[in-house]
């Protein structure tokens, strides 16, 4: 069964504090992995789409890497306005539906 | 450029009625998806229409329909209302569908007591 798991559930950091989301997916055959960002009362809002093992994307203090297993979301040197759910899905190449991680929530203390 | 635009925000019904949710797409967009978001379940796919047609449907009981009518806005309808429908339903849109790169809107929170 294809699945995505997202850890931790919950990270608090202190403003500075580099870290990184982890989203393992179990997919027969890989479409694409997507991350996405979510603030309280608003819908998703796309970042990044990784498409084979060893890509990775950057944008701002954001990089998001795939292997053949999981993907990371590195988070460096963050900053309040970063706090926000990060949700990753995964698109299987049988289906073009996605699957959702239960999302880790970031917390970034100033 | 507007984005995907949902009404109403938020809604509060009860137990057995039924309820209509809007979704303008991204202008040019022609494919519109539904999820529903939950605490415990997390985002759940409700279903995609493109060019007026269903084309992909998750697992939800028969209460839960939809449509898409030719400028690409879509409703969704949930009859026979439940606590457990309880959540935020979040529309997205995208281009032509079958991508992981979609732009939702805020979403329609609905309570039922």
């Known amino acids: 069964e294809d699945q995505v798991t997202q850890s931790p559930e919950a990270l608090r950091l202190q403003e500075g504090e580099s870290s990184s989301l982890n989203c393992s997916y179990t997919?027969?055959?890989?479409?694409?992995l997507f991350w996405y960002r979510q603030d309280p009362g608003k819908g998703p809002e796309f970042l990044f789409t990784?498409?084979?093992?060893?890509e990775e994307k950057e944008k701002e203090r954001l990089k998001a890497t795939l292997t053949k297993k999981e993907s990371f979301l590195h988070i460096t040197a963050p900053k309040p306005e970063d706090s926000a759910t990060y949700l990753c899905?995964?698109?299987?190449?049988?289906?073009?539906?996605?699957?959702w991680g239960a999302g880790t929530k970031l917390i970034i203390k100033p | 450029k507007a984005g995907v635009t949902q009404t109403p925000r938020y809604l509060i019904k009860t137990r057995g009625q039924q309820v209509t949710l809007s979704c303008s797409p991204i202008?040019?967009?022609?494919?519109v998806s539904w999820y529903q978001q939950t605490p415990g379940q997390g985002l759940q796919f409700l279903f995609e229409?493109?060019?007026?047609?269903?084309?992909n449907k998750g697992n939800f009981p028969g209460r839960f329909s939809g449509r898409q009518f030719s400028n690409s806005r879509s409703e969704m309808n949930v009859s026979t209302l439940e606590l457990g429908d309880s959540a935020l339903y979040l529309c997205?849109?995208?281009?032509?569908?079958?991508?992981?790169?979609?732009?939702f809107g805020e979403g329609s929170r609905l309570t039922v007591l």
């Open positions: 997205a849109s995208s281009l032509a569908g079958y991508t992981g790169e979609l732009f």
């Open positions: 202008s040019g967009h022609r494919s």
């Open positions: 229409y493109f060019s007026e047609t269903q084309r």
């Open positions: 997919v027969s055959g890989l479409r694409g």
């Open positions: 990784l498409y084979s093992a060893g």
């Open positions: 899905a995964v698109q299987a190449n049988s289906n073009y539906q996605l699957i």
